[in-house]
Structures are given as structure tokens and as C-alpha cells.
Nanobody, 128 residues
Framework: VQLQASGGGLVQAGGSLSLSCAVSGRTFSSYAVAWFRQAPGKAREFVAAISGSGDSTLHADSVKGRFAISRDNAKNTVYLQMNSLKPEDTAVYYC??????????????????????WGQGTLVTVSS
């Protein structure tokens, strides 16, 4: 199983970026995928998750209304559209594949231990 995250970069506050995560090696549509982020000196934190079918999502309060997770099962890819970016959004963003088959999205998906495969991370830097 491999996850390849891309799309990070440098953007000014108020700007937008779109991240992608290409997944291979597992029946993609049967597993939820999440985005996490980790800022320097801080713990990895949950950003958003989406169910295998794409009909259920969960976003962290800190990004609700600004970020949107989506997926295209035909392309085995999950996206994170990030709008109205703030300097505090600066972090390395990781995508992660759920360890549970056909999980229903609940608050449990916010835990890092619910995922058994991780992408390499992509850096997002938001300047003020």
C-alpha cells in the first residue's frame, strides 16, 4: 500500500491550496481516508476524514468552513481544498488510510492510531 501526497507550497494568508493524495494497493473505495497535519514542535492533529464511499465527512473545528475533503474513487485519490488559509495552518500535511474496513465516520476517526498507512507529507506554508 502506498500513499503519495502532493500540492503543498507557499501561499499568502487568505489564499487557497489544493492537496491530493493518490492511494494504491488496497480496495480504495472500502476505506476511509484522512488528512492530518503537524506543525514544528507540535503533535500531529486531525484535519478531516472521508468515508470510503465519500458520502460522509468530518472536519476539525479549526478548519470547518474553510477546508473541504473529497475523493474520486475512479482515480483512487483524495483531495483537501484549503481556502482562507491562515498562518496557523502552516504545517506538514499527511494523508492516512484507515485500518478498518467500511468504517462509518464518527469522532473515532480523529485518532492517529486508527490509520495503518501514511503518506510522506507535503509542506504547506502560509505567510502573513
Amino acid at each position: 500500500v502506498q500513499l503519495q501526497a502532493s500540492g503543498g507550497g507557499l501561499v499568502q494568508a487568505g489564499g487557497s491550496l489544493s492537496l491530493s493524495c493518490a492511494v494504491s494497493g488496497r480496495t480504495f473505495s472500502s476505506y476511509a481516508v484522512a488528512w492530518f497535519r503537524q506543525a514544528p514542535g507540535k503533535a500531529r492533529e486531525f484535519v478531516a476524514a472521508i468515508s470510503g464511499s465519500g458520502d460522509s465527512t468530518l472536519h476539525a473545528d479549526s478548519v470547518k468552513g474553510r477546508f473541504a475533503i473529497s475523493r474520486d474513487n475512479a482515480k483512487n485519490t483524495v483531495y483537501l481544498q484549503m481556502n482562507s488559509l491562515k498562518p496557523e495552518d502552516t504545517a506538514v500535511y499527511y494523508c492516512a488510510l484507515d485500518r478498518a474496513f467500511l468504517r462509518f465516520i464518527t469522532a473515532q476517526v480523529m485518532g492517529v492510531y486508527e490509520y495503518d498507512y501514511w503518506g510522506q507529507g507535503t509542506l504547506v506554508t502560509v505567510s502573513s
